[in-house]
Each structure stands twice: as structure tokens, then as C-alpha cells.
């Protein structure tokens, strides 16, 4: 079985793809790939809550030391920024992060960071893919008989990095916090704890390899015991967290489920309008027309890239943008790290909160006012059976589904189809890099329309035989 690298570095099931052997031709191939490129030959392993991470991080170390590699390992699980930002910090050009981020339990998976924090990019991992996938000969050692690992703390310093770019005013607020048993505790806790935010409330904050069963994401589906609590114990907002810490999720204080494209587009309207910085934004195919439209009433443009954050972070460099962020709810900033944040998002939404000193809901409603714009965006997914993925992308990619909408434009790039249409609106569909299933995105005037055409689309892709 081939080892993949999608958007999000190689994911695999535990125990199927996701096993020891594997684990090692990876960290082999990144020795031989950093040999060749004359990278500095040191290195940072971080890993978060999930079955075998810990283990699979000194598996990883073992190979790096028998390579005479410096290796750093962290004391504690980690989030997967916290690891972004030492690979920056000390100037590093290789860092690991053993994490599936926001799969089923039952993956687990390897991210891989490169010389500024960057996610490594398209032509790193494919050289990675080629090495790994032949025979490769891996150079090994047994990590209890090595001396040469330091232990280092890879969460206070990013912490405090975070605590240099917000300003929260008031720390009265009252928040709520769902950890989804990841390790986004790790960070927020003590980030909460030095901004003086004493009103806490904090739920699931245990580890659990199994997230009791759910899937460790802050979508408003997984949001249920957040929504109830808010509401309970009257809470300014609730915020959450997936498994590695780089997604965010927030319930307003109505128990209404803020989406990431109303983040995205409130935290550039209020950097902009309320604290008077300048620059254009940054989006990925699958996220809303508001930010667009913020973005041209702010007097500035939006910029849209294919899904994966490393497209977001290096059109930001690119275009020395402000700010860039996608709809499953990561986004960064100008001079920050070049990775999405769970931790830093929520202390910038924090900092707006209390810095405009309107409810949630009052501001993500100014928001909208101040666009004019008003559509609706639905996510869902079609499955589909592995053998018949070429077939259909074949039909896609030739013949188009009749929607409700006349199809102004159609456009496909590497694994998205988007279908645009009048006032704004559009479809998209792409494949999912982990699993076989189409992602599908509809922004149209009305909920009910949206739902309209995922079906229409659902029909289409079913009845392609």
C-alpha cells in the first residue's frame, strides 16, 4: 500500500497504514530529503492525544538519532502550531507533528514542517512519496540506549508568543470552553490564565483516544454540550477546539453556532475597522462570498487559493496579506506563525469581544450589515465506492448537473469542481484526501435553495453508473 500526503500530511488508519514500519520509511525519507537538500540536521517531534502518538514520536526520534540528527522532543503532547512555531523560532528547516487532526479516532497521521514553519509544499512531499514508496533502507537505534534526545517545553514560549499579539481589555468575560479531549487544553488553559480570564467553564478536558466516540471537530454538529452549557451558565461565548488544536469553533451567547466563514470575515473587519490595520485577505475555494465582500467594502481584496492552508499561507506571503483563513475554521495573520491556530484565533476573537464590547451576535450581525450580503452556506458530503472515483471524475469533468441555477462559470482545479453562478452564488465539490468521499459546499440565497442543489448534485454523482 502507497504512503499519500494530502493537504494535511499523511493520514492512515491505525493498525492498516498507520504502523511502525511506515511510520519509520517516513522519517527515513524526510533524513534522506534534508541530506540532499544540505537542511540543518536537527529536528523538533511534536504529538498530540491520540492512540500511539506518543510512541510513534520516538519511533520517529530513533531513526532521526541513528541519521546523527539533533533531535528535540517534547516533555508533554503538544498542539500542532506550538510545533510550527519552534520550527520558526529556531530557525530550524525540519519539524514533525504526529497527529491526525480532525479524523476518526481511528486514524492517526504525520505532518511535516519545513524552514519558516510552513507546511511543506507539493514538491517536498512528492520527492518524500517517491523515497518512501521504494526501497528504502531505514537507519535505525533503540531509543532507551540513546543520550542525545533533549526534552524541550513546547508550550510556554508559544503561549507567550500569543500573548504578544492580542490585546484583551476586559477580563470579565465568561467563557466556555469545549476541549473535545484534545490537546488544545494544554495551550488555552494557561493562555486564559495569564490574560486574567477567571470565568471559566471547561468540558472534556480528559484525554480520550476514542473522543468518546465522536469526531474530534468544532462543527456545529459536535457542538451540543457547548450550545447547552452557554446557555446554562449564561456565557459571554463558547469556543472549541478539534484534536490537535488548529481549528475553532464558537457558539454565540444565544447558543447559535458561528460559522468559520463568520469568524474569518468578523476578525478581518475588526482588525481593519476597529484597530486600523491594512491588507488584503486570504481564502480557500470552499469559503464564503462574505469575505469577499468585507474585503471590497473595507476597501481591500480577497484573494482565493485551492484548499490546503500551505496555499493560504504562501498567497499571504506573496501578497503581504493581513489576514488568511478557510471554512473548516483555521486562519493566521501577518507576521504570526504560517499555520492556523486554535489558541491564537480564539484570543484574537477574545480581544474583539471585549475591545468593541458587543455580544457575539450583535457583531457577526454588524458584520453582515456592513457587507450587504446575506446568503447561506450548507456543507455536506456524498460517499462514493473507491474503484469508481476515476469514472466519476471523468464524467465531472465533461458533463454538468442541470441546478436550479444557470452555471455563469465552471472552473476545476487539481481536486475541486466549482460551479458558479449569479448574485454570488456557487457549488463546490472535491474529493477528500483521507477518505472516499466528495466534500460538497453550497452558497446560495436561502438554506432551503442551498439544500436544493446538494441534492441535486447527490442525484447526479449517484447516478453516474
Same mark, same amino acid.
Given at each position: 500500500?502507497?504512503?499519500?500526503?494530502?493537504?494535511?500530511?499523511?493520514?492512515?488508519?491505525?493498525?492498516?497504514?498507520?504502523?511502525?514500519?511506515? !511510520?519509520?520509511?517516513?522519517?527515513?525519507?524526510?533524513?534522506?530529503?534534508?541530506?540532499?537538500?544540505?537542511?540543518?540536521?536537527?529536528?523538533?517531534?511534536?504529538?498530540?492525544? =491520540?492512540?500511539?502518538?506518543?510512541?510513534?514520536?520516538?519511533?520517529?526520534?530513533?531513526?532521526? !538519532? $541513528?541519521?546523527?540528527?539533533?533531535?528535540?522532543?517534547?516533555?508533554?503532547?503538544?498542539?500542532?502550531?506550538?510545533?510550527?512555531?519552534?520550527?520558526?523560532?529556531?530557525?530550524?528547516?525540519?519539524?514533525?507533528?504526529?497527529?491526525?487532526?480532525?479524523?476518526?479516532?481511528?486514524?492517526?497521521?504525520?505532518?511535516?514542517?519545513?524552514?519558516?514553519?510552513?507546511?511543506?509544499?507539493?514538491?517536498?512531499?512528492?520527492?518524500?512519496?517517491?523515497?518512501?514508496?521504494?526501497? !528504502?533502507?531505514?537507519?535505525?537505534?533503540?531509543?532507551?540506549?540513546?543520550?542525545?534526545?533533549?526534552?524541550?517545553?513546547?508550550?510556554?514560549?508559544?503561549?507567550?508568543?500569543?500573548?504578544?499579539?492580542?490585546?484583551?481589555?476586559?477580563?470579565?468575560?465568561?467563557?466556555?470552553?469545549?476541549?473535545?479531549?484534545?490537546?488544545?487544553?494544554?495551550?488555552?488553559?494557561?493562555?486564559?490564565?495569564?490574560?486574567?480570564?477567571?470565568?471559566?467553564?471547561?468540558?472534556?478536558?480528559?484525554?480520550?483516544?476514542?473522543?468518546?466516540?465522536?469526531?474530534?471537530?468544532?462543527?456545529?454538529?459536535?457542538?451540543?454540550?457547548?450550545?447547552?452549557?452557554?446557555?446554562?451558565?449564561?456565557?459571554?461565548?463558547?469556543? $472549541?477546539?478539534?484534536?490537535? $488544536?488548529?481549528?475553532?469553533?464558537?457558539?454565540?451567547?444565544?447558543?447559535?453556532?458561528?460559522?468559520?466563514?463568520?469568524?474569518?470575515?468578523?476578525?478581518?473587519?475588526?482588525?481593519?475597522?476597529?484597530?486600523?490595520?491594512?491588507?488584503?485577505?486570504?481564502?480557500?475555494?470552499?469559503?464564503?462570498?462574505?469575505?469577499?465582500?468585507?474585503?471590497?467594502?473595507?476597501?481591500?481584496?480577497?484573494?482565493?487559493?485551492?484548499?490546503?492552508?500551505?496555499?493560504?499561507?504562501?498567497?499571504?506571503?506573496?501578497?503581504?496579506?493581513?489576514?488568511?483563513?478557510?471554512?473548516?475554521?483555521?486562519?493566521?495573520?501577518?507576521?504570526?506563525?504560517?499555520?492556523?491556530?486554535?489558541?491564537?484565533?480564539?484570543?484574537?476573537?477574545?480581544?474583539?469581544?471585549?475591545?468593541?464590547?458587543?455580544?457575539?451576535?450583535?457583531?457577526?450581525?454588524?458584520?453582515?450589515?456592513?457587507?450587504?450580503?446575506?446568503?447561506?452556506?450548507?456543507?455536506?458530503?456524498?460517499?462514493?465506492?473507491?474503484?469508481?472515483?476515476? =469514472?466519476?471524475?471523468?464524467?465531472?469533468?465533461?458533463?454538468?448537473?442541470?441546478?436550479?441555477?444557470?452555471?455563469?462559470?465552471?472552473?476545476?482545479?487539481?481536486?475541486?469542481?466549482?460551479?458558479?453562478?449569479?448574485?454570488?452564488?456557487?457549488?463546490?465539490?472535491?474529493?477528500?484526501?483521507?477518505?472516499?468521499?466528495?466534500?460538497?459546499? $453550497?452558497?446560495?440565497?436561502?438554506?432551503?435553495?442551498?439544500?436544493?442543489?446538494?441534492?441535486?448534485?447527490?442525484?447526479?454523482?449517484?447516478?453516474?453508473?
Amino acid at each position: 500500500m502507497d504512503i499519500k500526503f494530502g493537504t494535511g500530511g499523511f493520514r492512515g488508519v491505525i493498525g492498516d497504514d498507520f504502523i511502525k514500519e511506515n !511510520i519509520k520509511k517516513i522519517a527515513q525519507a524526510i533524513c534522506n530529503l534534508a541530506n540532499e537538500n544540505n537542511l540543518k540536521k536537527e529536528i523538533i517531534i511534536g504529538y498530540d492525544y =491520540r492512540f500511539l502518538s506518543s510512541e510513534a514520536s520516538k519511533w520517529i526520534a530513533e531513526v532521526f !538519532i $541513528a541519521n546523527n540528527f539533533k533531535v528535540n522532543l517534547c516533555l508533554t503532547a503538544t498542539p500542532s502550531p506550538a510545533i510550527m512555531y519552534y520550527v520558526n523560532k529556531h530557525s530550524l528547516d525540519i519539524g514533525v507533528m504526529i497527529t491526525a487532526s480532525h479524523n476518526p479516532y481511528i486514524f492517526n497521521g504525520i505532518k511535516v514542517f519545513t524552514t519558516g514553519g510552513y507546511d511543506a509544499d507539493v514538491s517536498f512531499t512528492n520527492k518524500l512519496e517517491k523515497m518512501i514508496n521504494s526501497e !528504502i533502507l531505514v537507519n535505525d537505534c533503540i531509543f532507551e540506549k540513546q543520550n542525545n534526545v533533549k526534552f524541550v517545553d513546547g508550550i510556554t514560549d508559544y503561549v507567550n508568543n500569543i500573548l504578544s499579539f492580542v490585546n484583551v481589555k476586559n477580563n470579565n468575560t465568561k467563557v466556555c470552553f469545549d476541549n473535545l479531549n484534545g490537546v488544545g487544553i494544554l495551550s488555552i488553559k494557561p493562555l486564559l490564565e495569564k490574560i486574567g480570564v477567571k470565568n471559566t467553564i471547561i468540558l472534556n478536558e480528559n484525554r480520550d483516544p476514542l473522543f468518546r466516540g465522536l469526531l474530534p471537530n468544532p462543527i456545529e454538529v459536535n457542538l451540543n454540550d457547548l450550545k447547552r452549557n452557554v446557555l446554562e451558565n449564561k456565557c459571554d461565548f463558547g469556543f $472549541a477546539s478539534d484534536s490537535d $488544536a488548529d481549528r475553532l469553533g464558537i457558539i454565540d451567547e444565544k447558543g447559535h453556532y458561528v460559522s468559520s466563514n463568520e469568524i474569518l470575515a468578523s476578525l478581518y473587519y475588526y482588525l481593519v475597522k476597529y484597530k486600523g490595520l491594512k491588507g488584503d485577505i486570504v481564502k480557500n475555494c470552499a469559503t464564503s462570498n462574505l469575505i469577499d465582500k468585507v474585503a471590497s467594502k473595507l476597501g481591500y481584496k480577497c484573494h482565493e487559493v485551492d484548499v490546503g492552508f500551505k496555499n493560504i499561507t504562501s498567497k499571504m506571503h506573496e501578497v503581504d496579506a493581513l489576514i488568511g483563513g478557510e471554512s473548516s475554521g483555521g486562519l493566521t495573520i501577518r507576521n504570526y506563525i504560517h499555520g492556523k491556530d486554535t489558541t491564537f484565533a480564539f484570543s484574537l476573537f477574545l480581544e474583539m469581544v471585549t475591545n468593541i464590547q458587543k455580544s457575539v451576535s450583535e457583531i457577526i450581525k454588524e458584520v453582515y450589515d456592513f457587507a450587504e450580503f446575506h446568503n447561506y452556506v450548507v456543507e455536506d458530503f456524498i460517499s462514493y465506492c473507491k474503484e469508481d472515483e476515476e =469514472r466519476i471524475i471523468s464524467y465531472l469533468n465533461n458533463i454538468h448537473p442541470s441546478f436550479s441555477e444557470e452555471i455563469i462559470e465552471f472552473t476545476h482545479l487539481n481536486r475541486n469542481y466549482k460551479f458558479r453562478f449569479k448574485d454570488d452564488k456557487w457549488m463546490l465539490i472535491r474529493l477528500s484526501g483521507t477518505e472516499p468521499v466528495f466534500r460538497i459546499f $453550497a452558497e446560495m440565497s436561502s438554506e432551503e435553495e442551498a439544500k436544493n442543489n446538494i441534492e441535486i448534485l447527490r442525484k447526479f454523482i449517484n447516478g453516474i453508473k
